[in-house]
């Protein structure tokens, strides 16, 4: 069943794994001005982004792009060279109830790029812009929640989770219920409506975290799918 968020319609599944924690694994870190950043690699922003939008139900465009210095250090014979730019994501929502077309979620990020080069300014240049791009690309997908890095502007980082932990949890209920009810495949119908077999195999953690939840309820509760 869809479910509204900030005025846009997700499918559960989506909204599960909007709403879960980062996992701690995939955060990177980066030293500057003597301090340790934690970060997301672009590579990683775009695979979530496929997973849980579709490869093909998202896009990403460059409004912006701008040579904002370019300069050449004789001491060191570097070519320096800092970009802009400015990005905007669209994901496809697909038809709402009623079978029209509902309205797709717009969001857009500024970032920034530098590059160096003792080869060639052109080399200096490629390299700021694609970091540029690939910042404000980051930058955009972030509003999305926890999975595009939102959870790493929080100091604490409370949103930020073990990973390995809530596999061996969720895998651990999981075999529990299947021993319960005699290895079937046991499809929720309460809170969700989703086959347990479809959430072993999703590996999202969102999904996970809230579905062992709810498993660890029905075996308290000692009844299936309620």
């Not at 500024?110 to 003792?118: N, W």
Request: aromatic share 6%; proline share 2%; with cysteine.
């Amino acid at each position: 069943r869809p479910v509204k968020k900030g005025g846009v319609m997700f499918n559960q599944t989506q909204q599960l794994s909007l709403e879960g924690p980062l996992d701690s694994r995939v955060v990177s870190q980066r030293q500057q001005a003597g301090l340790s950043l934690s970060y997301l690699e672009s590579w990683y922003v775009i695979k979530r982004a496929n997973e849980i939008f579709g490869y093909s139900q998202w896009s990403s465009r460059t409004l912006d792009l701008d040579c904002l210095v370019e300069e050449y250090d004789e001491a060191k014979k570097m070519h320096r060279v800092s970009y802009s730019a400015r990005c905007e994501i669209e994901v496809s929502m697909g038809l709402d109830a009623s079978g029209q077309a509902t309205k797709p979620p717009v969001r857009q990020g500024v970032g920034h790029g530098h590059g160096m080069s003792r080869h060639s300014k052109g080399e200096a240049h490629e390299s700021a812009a694609k970091e540029a791009e690939s910042d404000a690309q980051k930058r955009a997908l972030k509003s999305f929640g926890n999975q595009f890095g939102l959870a790493l502007y929080d100091k604490e980082q409370k949103q930020v989770a073990d990973g390995e932990a809530i596999e061996i949890a969720f895998a651990t209920v999981l075999q529990m219920v299947r021993d319960t009810f005699q290895g079937e495949d046991i499809v929720l119908e309460g809170k969700y409506k989703l086959s347990l077999d479809h959430v072993a195999n999703s590996g999202d953690l969102g999904i996970m975290a809230a579905i062992g939840k709810e498993l660890k309820a029905i075996m308290l509760r000692g009844e299936k799918g309620k």
